[in-house]
Each structure stands twice: as structure tokens, then as C-alpha cells.
Nanobody, 124 residues
Framework: QVQLVEAGGGLVQAGGSLRLSCAAS????????MGWFRQAPGKEREFVAA????????YYADSAKGRFTISRDNAKNTVYLQMNSLNPEDTAVYYC?????????????????WGQGTQVTVSS
């Protein structure tokens, strides 16, 4: 059974940084895509970043480019999202997702497994 456990959310001032982590277990994730999505109150869940675990190719939403970095640690079976230069528009619940299909990285409907989410709040 796949389990994804996020951590690292919290309250930060505008301009600050946070690093989210997603500990994955229950499968061998070497062929998976791993994604980060977020959902703000009253808004749809949106893509933030993704990585193909096997080759490390990364993908970013325009809003994340230049500020966020997704990475993975093979030894720890963990995916990270380093978020810098945060602004209040980044406030949302952030979700980690995993899927064995190496395509459709930006589409939530193409991820089978989800974590419980972690709250990120950026104050102005």
C-alpha cells in the first residue's frame, strides 16, 4: 500500500522560505512520477512541480519557476519542495502525489496516490 506523508508546512513571512518533504513508502518508486500540487480556499487544486524519479527530470508551473525546486533523495525515498521568495499568493494546502505513469505530470487526475496535505501560510 502506497503511503505519502508530507511535512514541513507552517507559517512564514513574505519573502521567506520553507522546505516541504514527502516520505514515500509501500512501493519501489524508481519508475514513478512524483508531484506537488496545492489548493487554496475556494480554488481548484493546481500543479506546482513534478519530478520523474528515475531520471530526475523536473517540471514546474510558471508560478513556481525560479522560486521553487523539487528534488528527491533515493536513499530516504523522499521528495522535497524547496520554496523560496514566498508570497501570500502561495498560501494553500500542499499535497504530494505519486503515480507509475511517466506522463501527464501536470494533471492531478493522472496521479493515483496522494498524501494528506500540509498547510503553508504566508503572511504579508
Amino acid at each position: 500500500q502506497v503511503q505519502l506523508v508530507e511535512a514541513g508546512g507552517g507559517l512564514v513571512q513574505a519573502g521567506g522560505s520553507l522546505r516541504l518533504s514527502c516520505a514515500a513508502s509501500g512501493r519501489t518508486f524508481s519508475s514513478y512520477k512524483m508531484g506537488w500540487f496545492r489548493q487554496a480556499p475556494g480554488k481548484e487544486r493546481e500543479f506546482v512541480a513534478a519530478i520523474l524519479w528515475s531520471i530526475g527530470t523536473t517540471y514546474y508551473a510558471d508560478s513556481a519557476k525560479g522560486r521553487f525546486t523539487i528534488s528527491r533523495d533515493n536513499a530516504k525515498n523522499t521528495v522535497y519542495l524547496q520554496m523560496n521568495s514566498l508570497n501570500p499568493e502561495d498560501t494553500a494546502v500542499y499535497y504530494c502525489a505519486a503515480d507509475p505513469r511517466a506522463y501527464g505530470v501536470k494533471y492531478a487526475s493522472l496521479y493515483d496516490y496522494w498524501g494528506q496535505g500540509t498547510q503553508v501560510t504566508v503572511s504579508s
